[in-house]
Protein backbone atom coordinates (compact mmCIF):
# COMPACT_ATOMS: atom_id res chain seq x y z
CA UNK A 1 0.00 0.00 0.00
CA UNK A 2 1.35 3.28 -0.70
CA UNK A 3 2.16 6.06 1.57
CA UNK A 4 -1.04 8.27 0.58
CA UNK A 5 -3.38 5.15 0.18
CA UNK A 6 -2.65 4.49 3.94
CA UNK A 7 -3.33 7.97 4.71
CA UNK A 8 -6.63 7.96 3.01
CA UNK A 9 -7.50 4.29 4.73
CA UNK A 10 -6.66 5.93 8.13
CA UNK A 11 -8.62 8.86 7.68
CA UNK A 12 -11.14 7.12 6.15
CA UNK A 13 -11.01 4.87 9.43
CA UNK A 14 -10.46 8.06 11.66
CA UNK A 15 -14.04 9.29 9.89
CA UNK A 16 -15.76 6.28 11.08
CA UNK A 17 -14.54 6.47 14.57
CA UNK A 18 -15.52 9.88 15.02
CA UNK A 19 -19.12 8.71 13.61
CA UNK A 20 -19.56 5.90 15.83
CA UNK A 21 -18.40 8.09 18.96
CA UNK A 22 -21.07 10.44 17.97
CA UNK A 23 -23.50 7.75 17.68
CA UNK A 24 -23.01 6.55 21.24
CA UNK A 25 -22.91 10.40 22.62
CA UNK A 26 -26.50 11.37 21.18
CA UNK A 27 -29.33 9.30 21.11
CA UNK A 28 -30.77 10.71 18.14
CA UNK A 29 -28.24 10.08 16.12
CA UNK A 30 -28.02 6.58 16.93
CA UNK A 31 -31.86 6.05 16.06
CA UNK A 32 -31.43 7.93 13.09
CA UNK A 33 -28.71 5.51 12.12
CA UNK A 34 -30.14 2.40 13.52
CA UNK A 35 -32.98 3.17 11.27
CA UNK A 36 -31.22 3.42 8.18
CA UNK A 37 -31.41 -0.24 5.60
CA UNK A 38 -28.70 0.40 3.53
CA UNK A 39 -25.54 1.63 2.76
CA UNK A 40 -26.43 4.58 1.19
CA UNK A 41 -28.64 5.87 3.85
CA UNK A 42 -26.00 5.61 6.56
CA UNK A 43 -23.21 7.39 4.18
CA UNK A 44 -25.86 9.72 3.81
CA UNK A 45 -26.53 10.10 7.49
CA UNK A 46 -22.66 10.41 8.02
CA UNK A 47 -22.30 13.57 5.92
CA UNK A 48 -25.23 14.99 7.16
CA UNK A 49 -22.71 15.33 10.86
CA UNK A 50 -19.79 16.17 8.34
CA UNK A 51 -18.33 12.90 8.28
CA UNK A 52 -17.16 11.53 5.16
CA UNK A 53 -17.25 7.67 4.49
CA UNK A 54 -18.48 7.22 1.51
CA UNK A 55 -15.34 6.87 -0.78
CA UNK A 56 -13.82 3.40 -0.56
CA UNK A 57 -10.16 2.45 -0.29
CA UNK A 58 -8.47 2.96 -3.65
CA UNK A 59 -11.08 5.35 -5.11
CA UNK A 60 -9.33 8.90 -6.12
CA UNK A 61 -10.29 12.26 -5.23
CA UNK A 62 -12.75 13.72 -7.27
CA UNK A 63 -10.77 16.35 -8.56
CA UNK A 64 -8.06 14.50 -9.68
CA UNK A 65 -7.27 14.57 -13.78
CA UNK A 66 -9.64 17.46 -14.34
CA UNK A 67 -12.40 17.92 -16.70
CA UNK A 68 -10.64 14.97 -19.62
CA UNK A 69 -10.43 12.56 -17.11
CA UNK A 70 -13.41 10.13 -17.01
CA UNK A 71 -13.26 10.44 -13.04
CA UNK A 72 -12.50 14.23 -12.60
CA UNK A 73 -15.00 17.08 -12.92
CA UNK A 74 -17.23 19.45 -10.90
CA UNK A 75 -19.62 17.17 -8.54
CA UNK A 76 -23.22 17.79 -9.44
CA UNK A 77 -25.37 18.90 -6.71
CA UNK A 78 -27.09 16.72 -4.32
CA UNK A 79 -29.73 14.63 -5.57
CA UNK A 80 -28.72 15.44 -9.62
CA UNK A 81 -26.61 13.99 -12.26
CA UNK A 82 -24.88 15.64 -14.80
CA UNK A 83 -24.72 13.73 -18.10
CA UNK A 84 -21.44 14.32 -20.76
CA UNK A 85 -22.37 12.96 -24.22
CA UNK A 86 -18.69 11.37 -25.06
CA UNK A 87 -19.40 9.62 -28.68
CA UNK A 88 -22.38 9.62 -30.35
CA UNK A 89 -22.02 7.65 -33.73
CA UNK A 90 -24.91 6.16 -36.49
CA UNK A 91 -26.72 4.35 -34.01
CA UNK A 92 -24.50 4.65 -30.68
CA UNK A 93 -24.21 6.70 -27.80
CA UNK A 94 -21.94 6.62 -24.78
CA UNK A 95 -22.29 9.05 -22.65
CA UNK A 96 -20.21 9.85 -18.81
CA UNK A 97 -22.93 10.04 -16.09
CA UNK A 98 -21.77 11.75 -13.02
CA UNK A 99 -24.49 10.94 -9.89
CA UNK A 100 -24.42 12.59 -6.40
CA UNK A 101 -26.89 11.59 -4.47
CA UNK A 102 -29.28 11.15 -7.16
CA UNK A 103 -32.32 8.76 -7.36
CA UNK A 104 -35.21 8.89 -9.82
CA UNK A 105 -38.24 10.71 -8.68
CA UNK A 106 -41.24 9.00 -6.86
CA UNK A 107 -42.97 6.32 -8.92
CA UNK A 108 -41.12 7.40 -12.04
CA UNK A 109 -39.40 4.46 -14.32
CA UNK A 110 -37.23 4.86 -17.56
CA UNK A 111 -38.71 2.76 -20.33
CA UNK A 112 -36.24 3.22 -23.37
CA UNK A 113 -36.23 2.00 -26.71
CA UNK A 114 -32.83 1.43 -26.72
CA UNK A 115 -30.72 -1.09 -24.70
CA UNK A 116 -28.28 0.47 -22.17
CA UNK A 117 -25.15 -1.05 -21.01
CA UNK A 118 -23.26 0.73 -17.89
CA UNK A 119 -20.57 0.07 -16.12
CA UNK A 120 -19.56 2.14 -12.61
CA UNK A 121 -16.10 3.91 -12.67
CA UNK A 122 -16.61 5.39 -8.98
CA UNK A 123 -19.08 4.90 -6.23
CA UNK A 124 -21.82 2.46 -5.80
CA UNK A 125 -25.72 2.88 -7.21
CA UNK A 126 -28.68 1.17 -5.93
CA UNK A 127 -31.06 -0.23 -9.54
CA UNK A 128 -34.52 -1.26 -9.25
CA UNK A 129 -35.45 -3.56 -12.23
CA UNK A 130 -39.06 -3.85 -12.40
CA UNK A 131 -40.43 -7.05 -11.41
CA UNK A 132 -37.20 -7.72 -9.26
CA UNK A 133 -37.97 -8.06 -5.86
CA UNK A 134 -35.37 -6.00 -4.34
CA UNK A 135 -33.00 -3.47 -5.92
CA UNK A 136 -29.20 -4.66 -7.50
CA UNK A 137 -26.55 -3.14 -5.53
CA UNK A 138 -23.78 -2.42 -8.15
CA UNK A 139 -19.95 -0.95 -6.66
CA UNK A 140 -17.47 0.23 -8.67
CA UNK A 141 -16.41 -2.05 -11.85
CA UNK A 142 -19.95 -3.87 -11.68
CA UNK A 143 -22.02 -3.94 -15.02
CA UNK A 144 -25.15 -4.59 -16.31
CA UNK A 145 -27.06 -4.88 -19.74
CA UNK A 146 -30.59 -3.20 -19.30
CA UNK A 147 -32.31 -4.42 -22.45
CA UNK A 148 -34.69 -2.44 -24.60
CA UNK A 149 -37.73 -1.52 -23.16
CA UNK A 150 -36.85 -3.19 -19.46
CA UNK A 151 -38.75 -0.73 -16.89
CA UNK A 152 -35.92 0.80 -14.43
CA UNK A 153 -35.09 3.49 -11.96
CA UNK A 154 -32.80 4.69 -9.43
CA UNK A 155 -33.02 4.26 -6.05
CA UNK A 156 -29.57 6.16 -4.76
CA UNK A 157 -26.20 7.00 -5.72
CA UNK A 158 -23.28 7.88 -3.43
CA UNK A 159 -22.54 11.57 -2.28
CA UNK A 160 -19.11 13.48 -2.57
CA UNK A 161 -16.92 12.38 -4.78
CA UNK A 162 -20.11 10.77 -5.87
CA UNK A 163 -20.88 7.99 -8.48
CA UNK A 164 -19.35 7.60 -12.54
CA UNK A 165 -20.91 5.72 -14.89
CA UNK A 166 -20.72 5.10 -18.32
CA UNK A 167 -23.14 4.17 -20.25
CA UNK A 168 -23.65 2.46 -23.95
CA UNK A 169 -27.09 3.04 -25.97
CA UNK A 170 -27.93 1.67 -29.29
CA UNK A 171 -31.18 1.10 -30.63
CA UNK A 172 -33.53 -1.43 -29.34
CA UNK A 173 -34.40 -3.37 -32.72
CA UNK A 174 -30.13 -3.80 -32.99
CA UNK A 175 -29.94 -6.80 -35.21
CA UNK A 176 -27.15 -7.56 -32.62
CA UNK A 177 -29.62 -7.37 -29.87
CA UNK A 178 -29.55 -8.00 -26.20
CA UNK A 179 -28.22 -10.94 -24.98
CA UNK A 180 -27.72 -11.33 -20.70
Not at 79 to 95: C, I, P, T, W
Not at 117 to 134: D, H, I, K, P, T
Amino acid sequence: MAEAQLQQFLEKVRQLNAFVALSEADPTVRAALAACSSHHEVVNLASRFGFAIGRRWGEPDAQVGGTASLLGGQLPPPGQEHVSVLLSHDHLRLERIHSNQACSPEGFWYDQSEHEWVVLLQGSALLALEGEAQPRALSRGDQLLIPAGTRHRIEATDPDPGTVWLALFWPGDSTSGATQ
